[in-house]
């Protein structure tokens, strides 16, 4: 069956501009994650959304970065006025909701997002 | 509040000697513990996980770890290195009641050599 869909795979922008990711989980899937991966570094937790509840935004670096989850399916991550700084592979995860059966996350390939 | 610890960075072993990978957590309530495996630009996939069924889990490629809750630790084996086992491994660990954030290590960079 389908896994998770990220899109792009690969974003190349420039400093100070806006970018949008992308993240499509499987299907009936009610948690979703995002997560940045820099490079050499471990996966930090950015935000996570589990159903209809309000999302878990505690990892998020700065207001720069926001996401949404429309119809508990497809997720947007944004940042706005992009820094260097921000360059990583940001995945996005999705399961079943938690406590059905210790549900593991299922992974994207991720976006590799560079700042020039 | 919850949190994982990997207490290596990096393990480098032979091929055909042990695997010993550790990691100890800290929870709140009844985790949820997972390894995850990463090799060289390539996504993120599942080795095992643990259910509360059995303290010792098998997972994928003969890898094993076992929940041990008085050591609060979840230390991933396995008997004999092979040179494909060369990868980045994740300890995850999720709680199961309030939320669901879930947390991974910082990850063990595993050098295998022939």
């Known amino acids: 069956g389908a896994g998770v869909s990220q899109s792009p795979s690969n974003k190349v922008t420039e400093k100070g501009k806006d970018v949008e990711l992308r993240c499509d989980p499987i299907?009936?899937?009610?948690?979703l994650y995002w997560y940045r991966q820099s490079l050499g570094q471990g996966l930090e937790f950015l935000i996570y959304f589990q159903g209809n509840s309000a999302p878990d935004k505690s990892g998020l670096p700065s207001d720069r970065f926001s996401a949404e989850r429309t119809g508990g399916s497809v997720s947007t991550l944004t940042i706005q006025r992009t820094q260097q700084e921000d360059s990583a592979v940001y995945l996005c995860a999705s399961s079943l909701a938690p406590g059905q059966g210790n549900s593991p996350l299922h992974f994207g390939n991720g976006t590799r997002l560079t700042v020039t | 509040a919850q949190s994982v610890t990997q207490l290596d960075s990096h393990v480098s072993v032979s091929e055909g000697t042990p695997v010993l990978l550790r990691c100890n957590y800290s929870s709140s309530y009844s985790p949820s513990l997972f390894w995850y495996v990463q090799h060289p630009n390539k996504g993120l996939q599942l080795l095992l996980k643990?259910?509360?069924?059995?303290?010792l889990v098998k997972g994928i490629n003969g890898f094993e770890a076992e929940f041990k809750k008085s050591e609060t630790s979840f230390h991933l084996t396995k008997p004999s290195a092979h040179m494909s086992d060369a990868a980045e491994y994740f300890c995850?660990?999720?709680?199961?009641?309030?939320?669901?954030?879930?947390?991974f290590g910082a990850g063990t960079r595993l050098f295998v050599k022939a």
């Open positions: 995850v660990v999720r709680m199961d009641t309030g939320g669901f954030k879930t947390i």
């Open positions: 299907s009936g899937h009610t948690a």
């Open positions: 643990y259910t509360s069924a059995a303290t």
